[in-house]
């Protein structure tokens, strides 16, 4: 393709490897185009997740009860940690952002790790909590079979909306987990600087969005009766 | 054609280098290079060839149903295959076809050129959106395999989480497309955004770029409901979870309100593209500054954002409160008003403009007829009294295949035609584009006006058998799809013959003024030999100055 472009460009700070996709007049118009669409990206995740809050909030105002019963089956506890790993991943995800931001690369690497870390360790509490609903037949619809429930099989339903919610958010941070690792790779590589960075700060957006849901789930779930 | 004064300021192919004899279609051979292509138009081309397919095959399912619904009782199909084949014809129509026909072809294929840029911004999400776009294709036809679907297009439980037909395929299959939808609208707003050459400031943009913008905000934000919708029906399907049958507690109308949530607005992404094509058919072929630019722009965006509002109206008789029902009774009624606008606003650029009767204009013009007799009929049926009595009769579906195929495929059509020679290079012959477009007036107007008879006097839609006193009618409207079918075969042989037989399209045939007209037809690879420089808006018809 055309290099026309690069020639009129300014790439003071870019790295050699780095080229400007033909179609762009500049690279500050492709970082801008990249930035818009991760926001684009992250209002379609937020619709998304919006049908399930819809959901949540139809049948907590159906069966209120049966919610206030099946809530007390979730543990705080692990919820609660499991909020403090995804907010301190978050952080460190904001400084690796930074650190990429002003090139320094082992910051940055180490950061990322640290984030990765945490995202695991919040996978590995989700498991422990799940495989305590799978043994005590907290499960959605048909498959509610929890003894000693004064609200009936309607706490099916909380664990339907349960299930739905944490599980297609559990998803979304394995898929960040992925991302986490691709952009960790790259700076491994010494691949951004103060002037490329976009790839570590849209995957950060992403990130913060994916802790941002969590921060509803856990109230909206564990703590509200 | 006459051009008038405007001849001397456009110029043959002012950006578009075609000395080298090289352009989109021939600068790389073979298979591969299509399937990995990121040329917009490559993937525009290939998502043309698609989206006609599918409307093929919707078509002849059509076809088939029509001619087992010419008397009542069984002809040649059973009542499960009866419901098999109408179940299939819409669910590829609207999500195979006319929800991605126009921004994925021509949408694809213009956008670039008409803002004066290369390529949409993420060249590579386009390709990936034309591959999800045949993966969901893929399972939407694997259903014919393991069962068929008999669900109706809307998927409603709890129905669709209890017959044994293949809903989960089928299903899978929408929600893989509407991520290729989401990857369109997202190229689409950021392009609009960010790649505007010098001079095309927002209000300098063809209409028709108003109206995929319009459109992508729609997508974005509508889709993703439809997303998360599919995946719990998919999951109730698969275990039982409760969220939408009843016997476990759940709500089948919240199914309703989540599948409207995104299925009406979805009406504005298949209507939006085509009212685009109608403002530059009308101005180019009328040589006339369009009547009310921004009106007609605002209109687009006002109809994208109150299309939200609007999804209770499917529901009047679905069991939803009086008071919710009245609300969107009342916000119905205001989408006519944008809509009046355009609609008013094509009449007015059409006075004392210089008509040309070709093939596009006679589209334009069919379109204005059909449009407004489906979008008034939309009024209609948003009346809460009236509601009641054509609700699920063939009212309905002459309703709405007014606005889907007598606007969005019309327009679409006609904008094929306008758009055909600077795609392939090729002229179609104007007689028999005219008398394709004839017939497909005509036949359309046979097979579906009758309906909206049928359904005032009480014939419930998708329905295997019928009185007998229906009969004359539904014998009429079946004969006259088979016009309707004949006239799309000739528009189809029409422009198949032009790409070997038809005349070397000359850069701008119609004289047009925005910026795909400057380029070489078909356009090279990077679609201008340099940036573009806006010199003068795309309807400036007059010299400046001068009074008409």
Request: glycine letters at 10%; hydrophobic letters at 50%; proline letters at 4%.
């Amino acid at each position: 393709m055309s290099t026309v472009d690069e020639a009129t460009t300014p790439k003071a700070g870019l790295s050699p490897q780095f080229h400007v996709a033909h179609h762009f007049d500049k690279a500050d118009t492709q970082f801008d185009a990249g930035r818009m669409g991760v926001w684009l990206f992250l209002v379609t995740e937020v619709l998304f997740f919006g049908g399930l809050f819809c959901a949540f909030a139809v049948f907590r105002a159906w069966y209120f009860d049966a919610f206030v019963e099946a809530h007390h089956h979730l543990d705080k506890v692990m919820g609660g940690v499991n909020t403090v790993v995804l907010i301190c991943s978050s952080l460190t995800m904001a400084l690796a952002v930074r650190s990429a931001q002003t090139n320094n690369k082992k910051a940055t690497v180490a950061l990322l790790l640290v984030t990765l870390l945490c995202a695991a360790v919040f996978l590995c509490i989700k498991y422990v909590e799940y495989s305590h609903k799978f043994h005590e037949g907290l499960l959605p619809g048909k498959y509610f079979t929890a003894a000693g429930f004064t609200t009936g099989n309607k706490a099916g339903i909380f664990f339907a909306v349960y299930f739905m919610m944490t599980g297609v958010h559990g998803l979304h941070v394995v898929i960040g987990m992925g991302l986490i690792t691709w952009i960790l790779v790259r700076a491994a590589k010494g691949q951004f600087s103060s002037r490329y960075y976009a790839p570590v700060e849209g995957v950060g957006l992403y990130w913060h969005l994916v802790d941002l849901v969590w921060i509803y789930l856990f109230p909206l779930l564990y703590l509200i009766g | 054609m006459a051009q008038g004064a405007i001849t001397d300021t456009t110029g043959p192919a002012g950006y578009g280098d075609a000395s080298s004899g090289k352009n989109y279609l021939n600068a790389e051979k073979g298979f591969l290079s299509w399937v990995t292509t990121v040329d917009h138009k490559r993937i525009g081309m290939m998502y043309l060839a698609s989206v006609l397919t599918a409307f093929l095959l919707g078509g002849l399912m059509a076809l088939v149903l029509r001619l087992e619904l010419m008397k009542p009782g069984k002809q040649f199909l059973t009542a499960d295959q009866y419901n098999q084949a109408f179940t299939l014809h819409g669910a590829l129509m609207v999500f195979l076809f006319i929800i991605p026909a126009i921004p994925g072809s021509l949408g694809n294929f213009l956008v670039p050129i008409m803002v004066g840029a290369k390529d949409v911004a993420f060249p590579k999400l386009n390709l990936l959106s034309i591959y999800l776009y045949w993966s969901g294709a893929v399972f939407m036809f694997a259903s014919l395999l393991i069962g068929g679907i008999d669900t109706g297009w809307t998927f409603y439980t709890p129905y669709s989480s209890t017959t044994s037909t293949a809903v989960i395929s089928v299903t899978f299959g929408a929600f893989i497309l509407g991520f290729s939808s989401i990857l369109t609208g997202l190229n689409f707003i950021v392009t609009i955004h960010k790649l505007r050459a010098p001079g095309i400031t927002w209000f300098k943009m063809p209409l028709l770029l108003w109206a995929l913008y319009a459109t992508s905000v729609v997508q974005i934000l509508a889709t993703p409901v439809l997303a998360i919708t599919l995946l719990l029906l998919i999951f109730e399907r698969a275990f039982s979870i409760g969220i939408f049958d009843p016997r476990l507690g759940g709500d089948p109308v919240l199914f309703q309100h989540f599948f409207w949530f995104y299925s009406h607005p979805a009406v504005y992404i298949m209507i939006l593209p085509g009212m685009g094509i109608i403002n530059e058919l009308i101005a180019v072929h009328a040589k006339r500054t369009v009547f009310g630019y921004k009106a007609i722009a605002y209109s687009s965006m006002a109809i994208a954002l109150i299309g939200f509002l609007v999804w209770g109206h499917h529901m009047f008789v679905a069991g939803q409160s009086e008071l919710a029902a009245t609300i969107f009774s009342f916000l119905t009624f205001l989408v006519a008003i944008p809509s009046g606008v355009k609609v008013f606003n094509w009449v007015s650029t059409l006075w004392k403009g210089s008509i040309s009767y070709t093939t596009p204009m006679m589209y334009a013009i069919s379109f204005l007829f059909l449009f407004t007799i489906g979008g008034l009929t939309g009024i209609f049926l948003g009346m809460l009294s009236v509601n009641m009595h054509l609700t699920d009769t063939y009212f309905v579906v002459a309703h709405f295949h007014y606005v889907m195929m007598g606007g969005t495929v019309i327009a679409f059509i006609g904008g094929l035609h306008h758009w055909w020679p600077k795609m392939t290079g090729r002229m179609y012959d104007e007689t028999v584009g005219k008398i394709a477009c004839a017939l497909v007036f005509v036949g359309f107007n046979a097979t579906f006006f009758v309906q909206f008879i049928l359904g005032s006097r009480g014939m419930p839609r998708r329905y295997y058998n019928y009185l007998d006193q229906f009969q004359p009618l539904h014998a009429f409207s079946t004969v006259g799809s088979w016009i309707l079918g004949a006239g799309l075969v000739l528009v189809a042989w029409n422009l198949i013959r032009s790409i070997t037989k038809g005349a070397i399209a000359p850069a701008n045939p119609w004289g047009g003024l925005s910026l795909e007209w400057e380029t070489a037809s078909p356009p090279i690879t990077e679609n201008f030999a340099e940036t573009p420089i806006l010199k003068h808006g795309p309807y400036d018809y007059f010299p400046a100055g001068s009074k008409h």
